[in-house]
């Protein structure tokens, strides 16, 4: 019968080998990886030395053309049309940021009662309305809008300020009263 014992010097000589193997191992990937930065560095140098012998070359080719159309620096020339096409993209950029910006705030509207925040998107009893958070007014957009008209109106002949609040004992109908002339209105829902 052989014993599963086995001798330190074995476990030892094991653990030797496989840690060795392992540095053998990392050795081998740091040099792939070395090697690897190497190549690709060489590879820009190289692309870089040939795009500058090619642009040599196309300016030693060309340039009694380039002259004779009046260009004489030609690396200015390409300096600004690479900054002309630059300041383009940015200014339509920003162009189309404004345009967002300016789309949204058309699309808001301010609450009419309180005059201090956005309405924003809600539900009341499972009908979909604009509501005011700060204030707690809120309407259908149907409503809205002929809330926003009738007050359009008003303020063509009186500088008052209309308050909104819902009829007591309704949930649908908003009533309207000026704080200077004697108009009320009521709107439904």
């Given at each position: 019968m052989?014993?599963?014992r086995?001798?330190?010097?074995?476990?030892?000589?094991?653990k030797r080998r496989w840690r060795?193997?392992?540095k053998e191992q990392c050795n081998d990937r740091m040099k792939m990886a070395?090697?690897?930065q190497i190549s690709k560095l060489r590879e820009n140098q190289l692309m870089a030395k040939v795009l500058e012998q090619e642009w040599a070359e196309f300016k030693r080719v060309n340039e009694e053309a380039m002259r004779n159309e009046g260009i004489d620096d030609v690396d200015s020339l390409i300096e600004q049309s690479m900054l002309?096409?630059?300041?383009e993209m940015y200014l339509q950029q920003e162009s189309q940021g404004l345009d967002q910006a300016l789309e949204e705030l058309y699309?808001?509207?301010?609450c009419v009662n309180c005059q201090k925040a956005a309405l924003v998107p809600s539900q009341v009893n499972g009908v979909p309305v604009l509501a005011?958070?700060?204030c707690g007014f809120y309407a259908t957009e149907s409503?809205?809008?002929t809330i926003l008209n009738a007050s359009r109106h008003h303020s063509g002949y009186c500088q008052g300020l209309i308050s909104y609040s819902l009829e007591p004992g309704t949930d649908d109908t908003i009533i309207a009263a000026c704080n200077i002339c004697d108009l009320w209105d009521m709107f439904n829902m």
């Open positions: 052989k014993s599963a086995r001798s330190l010097k074995d476990t030892s000589d094991n060795d193997k392992f070395r090697q690897e002309d096409d630059e300041a699309q808001t509207v301010a005011c958070p700060p409503c809205l809008s």
